[in-house]
């Protein structure tokens, strides 16, 4: 599928199933895709300095490029 950075997709299986979206990253090696506020996935980072604070951090997760199509919104 010919898909890039940007493009407008509709999920077609899954927990996302129905959710439209842009897409923000691509991994090639892996065939998955970012897809913008899908997937969100909670992160804990750990302090790094002495006086700095640990905290938690939410990041859209991947799906593979199989469970996506292309939505086109234009008619």
């Known amino acids: 599928m010919k898909i890039k950075k940007g493009c407008e997709?509709?999920?077609?299986?899954g927990k996302?199933?129905?959710?439209q979206g842009k897409i923000i990253s691509i991994c090639k090696k892996t065939s998955?895709?970012?897809?913008?506020?899908c997937n969100i996935q909670t992160k804990?980072?750990?302090?790094?300095?002495?006086?700095?604070?640990?905290?938690?951090k939410q990041i859209e997760?991947?799906?593979?490029q199989s469970n996506?199509?292309?939505?086109n919104t234009k008619k």
Do not use: A, F, L
């Not at 997709?9 to 299986?13: A, E, G, R, T």
């Not at 804990?44 to 938690?56: A, L, T």
């Not at 996506?68 to 939505?71: L, P, Q, R």
């Open 9 to 13: 997709v509709k999920i077609i299986s």
């Open 16 to 19: 996302y199933k129905g959710y």
């Open 32 to 37: 998955r895709v970012t897809i913008e506020n």
């Open 44 to 56: 804990h980072v750990k302090p790094k300095q002495n006086d700095e604070k640990g905290y938690i």
């Open 61 to 64: 997760g991947m799906i593979h």
């Open 68 to 71: 996506i199509k292309i939505h």
